[in-house]
């Protein structure tokens, strides 16, 4: 079962099963002063969009090192990649801000039972995913 894909790579069991999703939203407020008043602000727009991925996979049972070598192959080429859940909800485009690892547990040959990860991708599609179904535009009643 998919419960996430960021591009082509899917979040699943076998790869990167996320424990926890973190999201957190910012708008942006310009605030002047004024003589003997509070200050007014003024809405200018949406601020940043991240979203942070946690969990710990156990690679006897899950993925391991691998799929956070994919994830950090992604990280590297400064891309943007789409975002949606396992119920069809369109995220936007996301790149991958930060990718932390601590691996605990070891076998006798140092490889990790168990691997903590947080994974923190930031939106950067600047409203092109809003306008996804604005493709075609009309012109006096035509497409055009």
């Known amino acids: 079962m998919t419960m996430m894909t960021l591009g082509m790579f ?4 076998s790869s990167v099963p996320y424990q926890e999703l973190n999201r957190q939203t910012d708008w942006r407020h310009a605030s002047n002063a004024r003589l ?5 602000r ?3 727009g949406p601020g940043d969009d991240n979203i942070t991925l946690s969990g710990e996979l156990r690679p006897e049972i899950t993925g391991g090192s691998m799929s956070l070598d994919a994830l950090r192959a992604m990280g590297d080429t400064g891309k943007a990649y789409v975002l949606i859940d396992g119920t069809g909800r369109l995220y ?19 490889t990790p039972r168990a691997i903590r990860f947080s ?4 939106r950067s599609d600047a409203g092109i995913v809003d306008n996804l179904g604005n493709l075609a535009e009309t012109h006096n009643g035509r497409l055009s």
């Open 42 to 44: 003024q809405y200018i």
């Open 10 to 13: 899917v979040f699943q069991r």
């Open 119 to 122: 994974l923190a991708l930031r």
């Open 92 to 110: 936007g485009l996301y790149e991958v801000d930060s990718l932390s690892e601590t691996q605990r547990e070891f076998f006798e040959d140092g």
């Open 36 to 40: 003997g008043a509070r200050p007014v």
